[in-house]
């Protein structure tokens, strides 16, 4: 995982993954479009440390992390989201960031110190709520003048990278044309992808690995409470409903 004086990749000895999961999908603005991703994260770390309750109290640092700012309190997620889900006080937390690959970073984080001896276990979450991307105006904090109040959206912005002046989309089709990846191609491994996430679920393959969610407070001696509040008509999330794109069947009768 990462680079190494051998190559791409790093290889780890006698490191574990105990366990995993995850919350279900909902689509953009959705059931979980108000819900901070730091009480996501508690969500399913309460629901790990559950599965390996022999071993909570030896849990060592939590590692985390958010692609985005997506709340306030965003900087501290690695250590509410440990405090809540009952990691020791005196267990310190780490925020990990590397844009989409954090969560897989938490998670290397967590082994190279076990591998240098630093700790014995390790908590690792990646937390991320792509509909609470804030709209935001870094450069205004002493005022806007008139006719000049500008805001950015975060979500659109992160897409763009500054220093080559290109776009994701744009680099996409870059290495599409290096690689000689064409349209066909493309859509075509996306139609397959989405054949094998819609028979998975049909077959229940991913439930060991859902979460369910349901609207419910998490409690912690001397901090304030915070919690997961589904929207009014909502009982429970247990799975993602997969809905074919339609641009898959453009062109087809």
């Known amino acids: ?10 290889a780890y000895e006698d490191i574990w993954l105990l366990d995993g999961v995850r919350t279900p999908f909902v689509d953009y603005n959705g059931a979980l479009g108000h819900i901070s991703a730091i009480d996501l994260g508690i969500k399913v770390a ?5 599965a390996q309750e022999s071993s909570r109290r030896t849990w060592a640092p939590s590692f985390a ?3 985005a700012q997506t709340s306030f ?3 501290v997620l690695p250590r509410h989201i440990g405090l809540y889900a009952g990691v020791p006080i005196d267990r310190p937390a780490l925020l ?4 989409c690959g954090t969560g897989i970073e938490a998670i290397g984080q967590a082994a190279d110190a076990i591998t240098l001896k630093k700790i014995d276990l390790g908590l690792c979450v990646g937390a991320q709520s792509m509909s609470r991307n804030p709209i935001a105006a870094y450069t205004r904090r002493s005022g806007f003048h008139m006719g000049q109040v500008e805001f950015k959206d975060f979500l659109w912005e992160a897409l763009h990278d500054t220093a080559p002046g290109v776009t994701m989309r744009e680099t996409a089709e870059a290495a599409a044309r290096e690689y000689k990846i064409t349209r ?3 859509d075509r491994f996306a139609e397959l992808s989405f054949s094998r996430a819609v028979a998975a679920q049909k077959s229940c393959f991913l439930s060991g690995e859902i979460v369910p969610l349901v609207s419910e407070a998490f409690e912690l001696k001397g901090y304030k409470p915070r919690g997961i ?3 009014k008509g909502v009982e ?12 898959l069947d453009l062109g087809r009768t």
């Open 1 to 10: 995982m990462g680079m190494g004086p051998s190559g791409l990749f790093v």
């Open 46 to 50: 309460r629901a790990v440390l559950s």
């Open 65 to 67: 992390g958010s692609v």
């Open 73 to 75: 309190d965003a900087y």
């Open 96 to 99: 990990v960031q590397r844009v």
């Open 184 to 186: 066909e191609d493309a």
């Open 229 to 231: 509040q589904l929207p």
């Open 236 to 247: 429970s999330l247990s799975a993602w409903t997969v809905q074919r794109p339609r641009w």
